[in-house]
């Protein structure tokens, strides 16, 4: 099985044709001088997509037996309340269907 963040890279790569990908980071981080800071919001997407005309798309990596958490679920829910796509994408496979579907 490959790791969540091999197939995040892959995924990653293969999107960028349609856009910027941004990988979000969510946590508490510490600085170099040994502050710590919390960025992102919990439960936010792996990745958000954004494409040319506006189109942002916000897409959570899995294996294929991983499970999103609960407050995942909570932020995807947000997300789609307000009018935004989100997917879960398990292989380099699920991106590149996702590219051919847009492309049509």
Do not use: H
């Not at 510490?30 to 997509?49: A, C, N, Q, W």
């Not at 995942?72 to 994408?89: D, N, P, S, T, W």
């Amino acid at each position: 099985m490959e790791k969540e963040t091999k197939i995040q890279n892959d995924i990653r790569v293969a999107l960028s044709e349609l856009g910027i990908v941004r990988r979000n980071n969510v946590g508490t981080f510490v600085t170099l001088d040994g502050r710590p800071i919390v960025i992102g919001i919990p439960g936010e997407s792996d990745l958000t997509l954004f494409c040319a005309g506006g189109k942002t798309v916000f897409i959570e990596v899995k294996t294929d037996v991983g499970r999103q958490s609960k407050i995942q679920r909570k932020f995807q829910a947000a997300v789609e309340r307000l009018g935004y796509e989100y997917i879960i994408m398990r292989s380099v496979d699920d991106a590149r269907r996702y590219i051919e579907k847009v492309k049509k």
